[in-house]
């Protein structure tokens, strides 16, 4: 069943994408444009909702940062949201990730009823990834995203649940944060932010330039008015110029941060033992992934100097079974490489395996700040010293 489902989203992905000609993909593309005009009318009419108060928003007392993009998937988030949280607490904030834990799987209900049973106040209680001591869920209950960042971020309480308000009011609560980061929550409009991080990749920064579902985009470009601050992520040290123009026709006061995506090492799948970049240099290299954008992570591991012989893809958050690995490793076998690479968010659905007749690593990649990391560094200091900077002003 999750191999026919996956095949459909495939097939889907290829329609968006123009991958797919004939008769079929063509009437379906002409569906899908118009649905796209059903969306962008749903989406005004939500925000306008929001806007005049119609439907409200909600207070819970306390710092919510959302970071999020107008694309689907493939913008490199993760890595931005572990910078804030850890940049946050060395401030001094007291801070909790709330994430919608997408494709992460509920606990059996007989479980969770059992825990109500037991003195829960709820059937249906958010998930808590990480109580910021240890790692409560597995990835596959947890999210891709929420178990890796809690992995990273083991002092950092992780929380996951589609009711973001629900999950908010648990973090305080339960572990008294005064600081809420929202994973993915440009479009979460039931809690009140206080900053929107919109994160633009540089390669593609609007996606197909078409709304969903007939393209990439969850919201039209021009949305892009309600970011505090905008980071244009993979960047390659090349100007970015001409998308600064673009993104200043949209948002002419927003702080524009440049970054790129920086290898810091690789790490074995199973041992957890660390390797130099250098290590790459020169192999040959089998490359397995389920994201969004694979490309952009195999160019990344060529410019650290290996060559790719092998490369495996599948589709975003796909959940690797046993057979698909071995299949692979046999295909690098065949092709005598050296070592296979995955990326770290894939490491966390890899199954256990017996035996590597080839090492398998991820590889670690950090957000580096490539231009105008004085805002990102005021950013942080307005959140963790607001009573300093207000006296400050009230000085001079």
């Known amino acids: 069943m ?18 797919r000609k004939g008769m079929r993909a063509s009437v379906l593309r002409a569906l899908l444009g118009s649905l796209s005009k059903v969306y962008e009318f749903a989406v005004s009419t939500r925000l306008m909702l929001y806007r005049n108060r119609i439907l409200r928003e ?68 958010p998930r808590v990834v990480s ?14 995203e929420p178990y890796m960042l809690a992995a990273n971020l083991r002092d950092i309480p992780v929380v996951v649940d589609k009711d973001r308000v629900k999950s908010g009011k648990h973090a305080i609560s339960e572990f008294n944060c ?9 479009q979460y409009l039931r809690l009140r932010h206080r900053l929107d991080i919109v994160l633009v990749d540089r ?53 524009i941060i440049e970054c790129e995506h920086r290898p810091r090492y690789l790490q074995h799948i199973e041992t957890r033992a660390t390797h130099p970049l250098d290590a790459l240099k020169g192999k040959r290299v089998g490359t397995v992934s ?17 060559t790719i012989e092998a490369t495996c893809r599948f589709m975003d958050h796909h959940r690797f079974t046993e057979q698909e690995i071995i299949t692979f490793i046999n295909c690098c076998v065949e092709s005598d490489v050296d070592m296979i690479i995955t990326t ?10 017996g035996r590597l007749d080839v090492p398998i690593y991820f590889l670690r990649v950090e957000i580096g700040i490539l231009s105008n990391e004085e805002s990102f560094e005021q950013c942080i200091t307005r959140i963790c010293q607001p009573r300093l900077e207000t006296e400050a002003r009230r000085f001079f």
């Open 2 to 19: 999750s191999q026919t489902r996956e095949k459909l989203e495939q097939f889907a992905v290829d329609v968006i994408l123009d991958r």
């Open 58 to 125: 909600r207070n819970l007392g306390c710092l919510v940062v959302s970071i999020g993009n107008l694309t689907v998937g493939g913008t490199g988030k993760t890595p931005v949201v572990e910078k804030f949280a850890r940049s946050l607490q060395d401030g001094g904030r007291r801070v909790a990730i709330l994430s919608r834990g997408y494709k992460s799987v509920k606990q059996p209900f007989l479980k969770r009823l059992a825990g109500k049973i037991q003195g829960k106040n709820e059937i249906d209680p």
């Open 131 to 144: 109580d910021g001591k240890s790692l409560l869920l597995d990835s596959k209950t947890a999210g891709d």
């Open 178 to 186: 005064d600081t809420l980061i929202l994973d993915d929550g440009l």
């Open 203 to 255: 390669w593609q920064p609007f996606g197909t330039e078409r709304l969903l579902p007939r393209g990439t985009l969850r919201e039209p470009p021009r949305n892009l008015k309600r970011a505090s601050y905008i980071f244009i992520t993979k960047c390659n040290g090349e100007p970015n110029d001409e998308l600064i123009e673009r993104i200043r026709k949209y948002n002419r006061t927003a702080e």
């Open 290 to 306: 389920a994201i969004a954008v694979p490309e952009s992570f195999e160019d990344g591991v060529r410019k650290l100097g290996a």
């Open 344 to 353: 770290e968010k894939d490491a966390v659905r890899f199954p256990r395996l």
